[in-house]
T-cell receptor, first 109, second 115 residues
Framework: ELKVEQNPLFLSMQEGKNYTIYCNYS?????LYWYRQDPGKSLESLFVLLSNGAVKQEGRLMASLDTKARLSTLHITAAVHDLSATYFCAVNTGNQFYFGTGTSLTVIP | GAVVSQHPSWVICKSGTSVKIECRSL??????MFWYRQFPKQSLMLMAT?????????EQGVEKDKFLINHASLTLSTLTVTSAHPEDSSFYICSARHGYSYEQYFGPGTRLTVT
């Protein structure tokens, strides 16, 4: 069974600081996704990473993928309060998606 | 583009009754639809995958007789929770994918409360 683990599970950080969320998965995968979820809402797609070494950036968020290490990172630069949410990574193999445990991020003014 | 809707957005039902949740792709043909369940402060758990015109494939531990999934057209899939119990209370989210596209598009979710 494919396992997807994220750490940390909870992250409290001050505005303006940088931090990285890690996503490890247990087997080879076709693709790696990052999503954001606000309380009571569904998922918002952030990034899709399709190949080893892929790096994508949008605003203060940057995601990367190392398929050899089976590791993806989501880096937050100069955090702002609006980034407070839960972030999930997900791995796609064939026709199935497996979600990570989620990282609950709180950005403190 | 790529909008997925769910109806209802929330529903309260009594224990022992059945409830149907609809998932529609509004502007594309969804050859594959996924149903997830999410308990409070937990991750999404894939319940089943359905392809249009075929029987759904259920994940291990998901009772197919309790969670009936129908994917009758390329734009509509339904999840029926039969004989609902309080432990079925959860946030149910569908997503849809077209062909072999690598992206899946999520619906807004349905919050089910069974009393």
């Amino acid at each position: 069974e494919l396992k997807v683990e994220q750490n940390p599970l909870f992250l409290s950080m001050q505005e303006g600081k940088n931090y990285t969320i890690y996503c490890n998965y247990s087997t080879t995968s076709d693709r790696l996704y990052w999503y954001r979820q606000d309380p009571g809402k569904s998922l918002e797609s952030l990034f899709v990473l399709l190949s080893n070494g892929a790096v994508k950036q949008e605003g203060r968020l940057m995601a990367s993928l190392d398929t050899k290490a089976r590791l993806s990172t989501l880096h937050i630069t100069a955090a702002v309060h609006d980034l407070s949410a839960t972030y999930f990574c997900a791995v796609n193999t064939g026709n199935q998606f497996y979600f990570g445990t989620g990282t609950s991020l709180t950005v403190i003014p | 583009g790529a909008v997925v809707s769910q109806h209802p957005s929330w529903v309260i039902c009594k224990s022992g009754t059945s409830v149907k949740i609809e998932c529609r792709s509004l502007d594309f043909q969804a050859t594959t639809m996924f149903w997830y369940r999410q308990f409070p402060k937990q991750s999404l758990m894939l319940m089943a995958t359905s392809n249009e015109g075929s029987k759904a494939t259920y994940e291990q531990g998901v009772e197919k007789d309790k969670f009936l999934i129908n994917h009758a057209s390329l734009t509509l899939s339904t999840l029926t929770v039969t004989s609902a119990h309080p432990e079925d209370s959860s946030f149910y989210i569908c997503s849809a994918r077209h062909g072999y596209s690598y992206e899946q598009y999520f619906g807004p979710g349905t919050r089910l409360t069974v009393t």
